[in-house]
């Protein structure tokens, strides 16, 4: 236990004395900031937005909430990953007791409780904070979920941070290159939003599947506005399929990464 909390030390200081990584873990908090006072007062602007483009504009602003703060977090684990090839540390790791895969692994697991933690921060802070900002037909969207809604989407939305933390780690050899690639795959943060349009809604909806976060977010967003459109499934369900293929992903992301990684 006490070779895990000096690493636990080790990985906080890493953290602390980078700014860009700093500001990448404090990231949900500025996605709470957003949630619960900046979108609900473009809310409050009723002669601009009104009938469906305020339901467009809410669930737009809604799949930002759910999308960013995941999408940061992975960020950071791709900085934190480059940081052992720029420093050639994982040479030095492999030969420790620990090993190179249990040291990822460790680092992949306090990064995931971190991204689980940020996303509850950013669901019952903005449900607490403003969930009577976001009203459609006079009732709250927040209405409709709970404590443990929250959790098990923070549990499955998590395993995107791993996913995408370890395929930029993997592909970049150095944070130039992880750069470069943290703004190519932004798009993939924003690619639920497509869901906003009226094609998605229906079958068409599962050609956004491949995209691992579509899952955990798509099934949010049916249990905050439980509009059936005749084939979506139950929140479980979604909650289920993004579990099963993130984990998927997650095992291939991991051992791509030790393979490409350099000791």
């Known amino acids: 236990m006490s070779k895990y909390l000096s690493l636990l030390r080790y990985e906080g200081r890493t953290i602390a004395r980078d700014p860009i990584n700093l500001y990448m873990c404090l990231f949900p908090l500025m996605i709470l900031f957003l949630s619960s006072y900046v979108f609900p007062m473009l809310f409050e602007s009723t002669d601009l937005l009104q009938g469906t483009m305020l339901k467009a504009a809410m669930l737009l602003l809604l799949i930002v909430i759910l999308a960013f703060g995941s999408f940061f977090l992975a960020a950071m684990a791709t900085f934190l990953l480059l940081e052992q090839k720029d420093e050639h540390t994982l040479h030095t790791i492999a030969v420790t007791p620990l090993g190179t895969a249990g040291y990822l692994r460790f680092k992949m ?155």
């Open 109 to 263: 697991t306090y990064i995931y409780i971190m991204s689980v933690v940020g996303n509850i921060i950013v669901l019952l802070g903005t449900k607490l904070l403003a969930g009577d900002k976001y009203v459609i037909l006079g009732r709250s969207l927040f209405e409709n979920i709970g404590i443990w809604h929250i959790l098990a989407f923070a549990l499955v939305n998590g395993l995107f941070t791993l996913v995408l933390g370890l395929m930029q780690g993997a592909f970049a050899k150095n944070k130039v290159e992880g750069f470069a690639l943290i703004k190519g795959t932004g798009m993939l943060a924003l690619i639920p939003a497509l869901m906003v349009l009226e094609t998605f809604q229906g079958n068409l909806q599962y050609v956004l599947g491949i995209f691992p976060n579509f899952w955990a977010i798509r099934g949010m967003l049916v249990q905050l506005m439980p509009v059936d459109f005749g084939a979506n499934l139950s929140y479980p369900s979604y909650l289920l399929v993004g579990a099963v293929y993130n984990v998927f992903l997650l095992a291939a992301a991991y051992r791509f990464f030790l393979k490409k990684a350099q000791y």
